[in-house]
């Protein structure tokens, strides 16, 4: 069965840095598109980042354009978002999802969800 | 940047009732919009993509309809697992990206 697994979530300081992860199994990882979804707590869901299944496009929100990196290693079935001068308002739970279709051209919906990472930022 | 707006922000109904959950495009997105379910403390789920396709394991009573800007989400006769928080999605090709609606909380009367 598919299963998604965040880790690398926490407290940072504003301006600091984290490295979050997702690991991939019960599906062919290298084939199919990869994003990272948060939700600020009590707040609706919010689009952060997009991989292509074999890493040659990445998409971003304009809130994270810039300061976020999302990338992927095939070879260890993982994800991986690097997030650079965090922010207050970054703070929130960070989902990585998987896309709904095998090798998509561009972004597509989300069939399995990872069960979140909290990301805290504050001094 | 695409908007999707939903309405109602909260909708009051007892089970066995019939739920109409809308979202609305500032542009057309064509059918390229999906309905995903989130209970509280739990991931989403996806229910519907490409507006009217039912994703696996997905019950019959959840169905999707419209095209271009104006989609809605409607289950037919309302479980009381139903009651939870509701978005829509678009994915789009130019701007790349996705987008979510802020969301129906589905409430039970």
């Known amino acids: 069965q598919v299963q998604l697994v965040e880790s690398g979530g926490g407290v940072v300081q504003p301006g600091g840095s984290l490295r979050l992860s997702c690991a991939a199994s019960?599906?062919?990882?290298?084939?199919?598109?990869m994003h990272w979804v948060r939700q600020a707590p009590g707040k609706g869901l919010e689009w952060v980042a997009f991989i292509r299944y074999d890493g040659s496009n990445k998409y971003y929100a304009d809130s994270v354009k810039g300061r976020f990196t999302i990338s992927r290693d095939n070879s260890k079935n993982t994800l991986y978002l690097q997030m650079n001068s965090l922010r207050a308002e970054d703070t929130a739970v960070y989902y990585c999802?998987?896309?709904?279709?095998?090798?998509?051209?561009?972004?597509?919906?989300?069939?399995?969800w990872g069960q979140g990472t909290l990301v805290t930022v504050s001094s | 940047e695409i908007v999707l707006t939903q309405s109602p922000a909260t909708l009051s109904l007892s089970p066995g009732e019939r739920a109409t959950l809308s979202c609305r495009a500032s542009?057309?997105?064509?059918?390229?919009l999906a309905w995903y379910q989130q209970k509280p403390g739990q991931a989403p789920r996806l229910l519907i993509y490409d507006a009217s396709n039912r994703a696996t394991g997905i019950p019959a009573r959840f169905s999707g309809s419209g095209s271009g800007t104006d989609f809605t989400l409607t289950i037919s006769s309302l479980e009381p697992e139903d009651f939870a928080v509701y978005y829509c999605q678009q994915r789009s090709n130019w701007p790349p990206g996705n987008t979510f609606g802020q969301g129906t909380k589905l409430e039970i009367k």
């Open positions: 542009q057309s997105v064509s059918s390229y």
């Open positions: 999802a998987k896309d709904l279709r095998l090798a998509a051209a561009g972004t597509d919906y989300f069939d399995y």
């Open positions: 019960g599906f062919t990882f290298s084939s199919y598109g």
